[in-house]
């Protein structure tokens, strides 16, 4: 009889291969298969004998998944347990990226077969990236006139940096002489790569900006 280690490669291989038959005759009818992770990704989950982990896990995976490819390069027995660790990677079907995470796996045996299976590896790699938040940014400096800030959009103009990148909304407000400046930007991302132009500008026009007050949106509507 074949080693748990040995049984272990076998099931690797045959998962290389796309033979997922091959990995199922090495699982006990009785087995649990842990695979936790957010709800998003469909593989994710604590399931219950062959059939939810054909279709609960395999079958998110190729549904999910393209090119899978797991490289496991470390395995530790004890007793009847197996622990392998290594790297998956696979391109998303949803946007077509590659990604990649370290992977660790733990097999427990019972007669030669797989009883209990743990899955580790780096969820978030496998999430679409969270939305940008956009912010509001205000500039209340000491003392702003007319002429300064038009210089500011003239030279931000010859830079092509009008409209910046990722602003959505520009009002420059307020008294003769205390001109005030709000803006709207996708991300704060999107302002901080905008404000390496600006802000050189800004002081070479004698204008002391002041530290902006940036908030993040909570809500924004044309009226």
């Known amino acids: 009889m074949s080693s748990p280690?040995?049984?272990?490669?076998?099931?690797?291989?045959?998962?290389?291969?796309?033979?997922?038959?091959?990995?199922?005759?090495?699982?006990?009818?009785?087995?649990?298969?842990?695979?936790?992770?957010?709800?998003?990704?469909?593989?994710?989950?604590?399931?219950?004998?062959?059939?939810?982990?054909?279709?609960?896990?395999?079958g998110g995976i190729a549904q999910e998944h393209a090119d899978p490819a797991l490289e496991m390069t470390e395995f530790v027995a004890q007793d009847n347990s197996v622990a392998a660790f290594g790297r998956y990677a696979a391109t998303l079907k949803r946007s077509g990226q590659r990604v990649s995470s370290p992977v660790g796996h733990l097999f427990k045996f019972r007669d030669g077969k797989v009883v209990h299976y743990t899955n580790l590896l780096n969820t978030a790699a496998f999430l679409p990236p969270a939305p940008a938040t956009a912010i509001t940014v205000s500039f209340a400096p000491a003392k702003m006139e007319a002429a300064q800030y038009d210089e500011v959009i003239r030279r931000l103009g010859e830079a092509?940096?009008?409209?910046?990148?990722?602003?959505?909304?520009?009002?420059?407000?307020?008294?003769p002489g205390k001109l005030r400046v709000f803006d709207v930007f996708e991300s704060l991302e999107k302002f901080q790569a905008f404000a390496k132009v600006l802000l050189p500008i800004v002081q070479e026009t004698g204008i002391e900006p002041d530290q902006p007050e940036i908030h993040p949106i909570h809500t924004m509507a044309n009226r």
């Open 160 to 175: 092509s940096m009008l409209p910046p990148p990722g602003g959505l909304f520009h009002v420059c407000h307020g008294e």
């Open 5 to 58: 280690v040995e049984i272990v490669k076998e099931m690797y291989a045959a998962f290389s291969r796309g033979d997922i038959d091959g990995v199922m005759g090495h699982i006990a009818d009785d087995v649990v298969w842990s695979a936790e992770g957010p709800a998003e990704m469909v593989f994710t989950g604590i399931r219950h004998g062959k059939r939810e982990i054909l279709e609960g896990f395999f």
